[in-house]
């Protein structure tokens, strides 16, 4: 079946320090790839997305690249601020499917 | 503005008590999914529909019950037989079964037995 695994959190970072927060995953096919982000006591909310290999999403600043050959969709953001703080959750989507989520990753940044 | 809307926000619960949450749509979208979210776990799937009148049972469906009888409006109820209930219920849609397209959240009702 479809599995996604994330980078075990928390992770702590300074503003303005760079982010990396690792994901992978196992599916048939050539699902599409997401990133959602998940601010306390809210729902998810889409944060970007890559529908085929070598794409890139980009969005506020956060970036992930959909690696075929690494089965990895790594996000990453140059400058992190405290208002970054949030869980990310990375999630595949196949052809004609539901979705498969990760166990989502916890991000810290400290003034 | 389209979106999602769940209620209550927040809802307590009598052991032995059915309970139901509301989740209604406005984004036309077709296909709606319930998740349960423990603190700190990732999202585990309830039940999902993609077309009214029809849904599947996802991974957890023990103890919940839903219905789709309209594309806007997906409840879920907890049943008595729920032995753990006690958690924050995320609703979601998407527009379509293409792999494209992302889902959109609902801003989750937390349920807690008393």
């Known amino acids: 079946g479809n599995s996604v695994t994330q980078m075990e959190g928390p992770v702590t970072l300074s503003e303005e320090a760079f982010l990396t927060i690792n994901c992978t995953y196992t599916?048939?096919?050539?699902?599409?790839l997401f990133w959602y982000v998940q601010y306390p006591g809210e729902g998810l909310q889409l944060l970007l997305k890559?529908?085929?290999?070598?794409d890139k999403g980009s969005n506020k600043g956060f970036e992930a690249t959909y690696r075929k050959e690494t089965t990895s969709f790594h996000l990453e953001k140059g400058s992190v601020q405290v208002s970054d703080s949030a869980v990310y959750f990375c999630a595949l989507r196949p052809n004609a499917g539901k979705s498969t989520f990760g166990d989502g990753t916890t991000l810290t940044v400290k003034p | 503005d389209g979106g999602i809307t769940q209620s209550p926000k927040y809802l307590f619960r009598k052991e032995g008590q059915n309970v139901t949450l509301s989740c209604e749509q406005n984004l036309n979208h077709d296909a709606m999914y319930w998740y349960r979210q423990d603190p700190g776990q990732g999202l585990r799937l309830i039940y999902y529909?993609?077309?009214?009148?029809?849904?599947q049972k996802g991974d957890i469906a023990e103890g919940y019950s839903v219905s789709r009888e309209k594309k806007e409006s997906f409840p879920l109820t907890v049943t008595s037989a729920q032995k753990n209930p006690t958690a924050f219920y995320l609703c979601?849609?998407?527009?379509?079964?293409?792999?494209?397209?992302?889902?959109?959240f609902g801003s989750g009702t937390r349920l807690t037995v008393v």
């Open positions: 890559a529908t085929k290999a070598d």
């Open positions: 979601a849609s998407s527009i379509s079964q293409s792999p494209d397209y992302g889902y959109t």
């Open positions: 599916a048939t096919g050539y699902p599409s």
């Open positions: 529909s993609q077309i009214v009148n029809d849904f």
